[in-house]
């Protein structure tokens, strides 16, 4: 429930989404499918009488370059957060992979991270940092970052991270650490 201006308590809707979006990631798509580009280009106009093991080489590194560089930046172009009554979802990308599911069970509790950056990450993407947890991070922001009964953490950015934890917090259970799920 949320308060509303006039003083009544109004439910929440069933499912709530949020995303966060990094149109930078863009440029760097298109980096990458040039990269696959120049290695077609080499392979298809190349006369291959200079030396077949270098221009294979090149090709194939062109092609490698290009298609990592194209799939590990469209993958975190943006991702998006599902709340519902039993869990949370983490999608990331046009094809929505990597993915998490998150039980609420699962959680202990929600905060706002006004100041999610890929430097204190070490980038952008799904990250994992021994100390600071788990993150998916697509631009510098806020976020919501929960705090899981196993001791971990999990951060994501995405817009109006306020709204989204205040949803999460009120579908919390009560529940006491250590015991059974």
């Known amino acids: 429930m ?34 696959l580009a120049l290695g077609i280009e080499l392979a298809v106009d190349s006369a291959w009488t200079t030396g077949i093991a270098p221009l294979a080489m090149a090709v194939v590194g062109c092609i490698a370059a290009g298609l990592l560089v194209l799939f590990g930046t469209l993958a975190f172009v943006h991702v998006a957060l599902k709340v519902d009554e039993e869990s949370l979802e983490v999608r990331c990308g046009h094809i929505g992979l990597p993915r998490r599911r998150i039980p609420l069970s699962s ?9 999610v950056t890929p430097r204190h990450w070490g980038g952008w993407g799904y990250r994992w940092r021994p100390e600071k947890g788990t993150a998916v991070v697509v631009r ?42």
């Open 2 to 35: 949320r308060d509303h201006p006039h003083g009544e308590n109004v439910p929440h809707p069933p499912v709530w989404t949020g995303r966060a979006t990094n149109r930078f990631q863009w440029l760097l798509a298109l980096v990458g499918a040039a990269c």
């Open 140 to 181: 510098r922001g806020e976020g919501v970052r929960l705090s899981l009964w196993d001791g971990h953490t999990f951060t994501i950015t995405v817009d109006d991270a306020e709204a989204a934890v205040q949803i999460i917090r009120d579908r919390l259970r009560p529940r006491t650490p250590g015991a059974a799920h």
């Open 107 to 115: 959680v202990a509790g929600a905060e706002v991270d006004p100041h």
